[in-house]
């Protein structure tokens, strides 16, 4: 079977108080983590990565059941931060998560982030990065990365734009 190489950024930022998420204009606002928003993080999850570049990357965002079992993984990690998890509510429903877990180091890590099509280009997105970032700084951490494929251009740009670097290109090997 063929093997596809994915090139991929570690980037990463530290945190010293100054990033603040803003405030949503109407009718988009904050929605914090709670146990029973699992199944809304994975169908947020699903609608905005399920036909993008790392649903090749990574199959199981491409698929419903896959997201609601990764958003479970998620949850069940030690580092797991509801600080830096967060949901978009939108007009008719969820248009946006983001979800932080702390990792060794110890550091904060932003596990996917992903805004639904139809609501892009409002800065939904950026405001989603900054209150994990937020969330990380206040849960102590002073330094956070993340991982983009690079073909992911948008997503590579939104990240510069928030002040995150590249500190290191990574390759993923995917299967057929
Ligand atoms: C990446 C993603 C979250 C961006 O969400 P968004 O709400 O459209 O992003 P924003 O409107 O906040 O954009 C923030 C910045 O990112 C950059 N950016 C975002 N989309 C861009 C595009 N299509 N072209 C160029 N720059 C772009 C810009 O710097 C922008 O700042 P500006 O509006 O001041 O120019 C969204 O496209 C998405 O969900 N993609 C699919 C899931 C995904 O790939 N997630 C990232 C995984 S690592």
């Known amino acids: 079977m063929a093997i596809t190489y994915y090139k991929r950024f570690r980037m990463e930022i530290d945190l010293d108080g100054s990033i ?3 405030s949503l204009s109407f009718p988009f606002r904050w929605v914090s ?12 999850k699903y609608l905005s990565f399920r036909e993008e570049i790392d649903s090749h ?5 491409g698929d419903r059941h896959g997201c609601q079992r990764l958003m479970r993984e998620i949850r069940r990690k030690p580092g797991f931060l509801p600080s830096a998890t967060w949901l978009i509510l ?7 998560t983001i979800q932080g877990v702390m990792d060794r180091g110890p550091i904060g890590a932003i596990q996917n982030v992903g805004v639904a099509p139809e609501f892009r280009g409002q800065g939904l ?3 989603l990065v900054r209150k994990a970032l937020e969330g990380f700084y206040t849960a102590g951490l002073r330094r ?7 073909e992911n251009v948008s997503a590579v740009l939104l990240y510069h734009a928030v002040g995150f670097r590249r500190s290191k290109t990574l390759y993923k090997a995917v299967d057929g």
Do not use: I, N, R
Request: aromatic share 10%.
């Open 20 to 22: 603040q998420a803003p």
């Open 33 to 44: 983590w709670d146990e029973g928003l699992l199944e809304q993080h994975a169908e947020v």
């Open 57 to 61: 990357v990574f199959p199981c965002l």
């Open 90 to 96: 939108g007009p008719v429903g969820f248009v946006g």
């Open 125 to 127: 997105g950026s405001a």
């Open 144 to 150: 956070a990365y993340l991982e983009v494929t690079a």
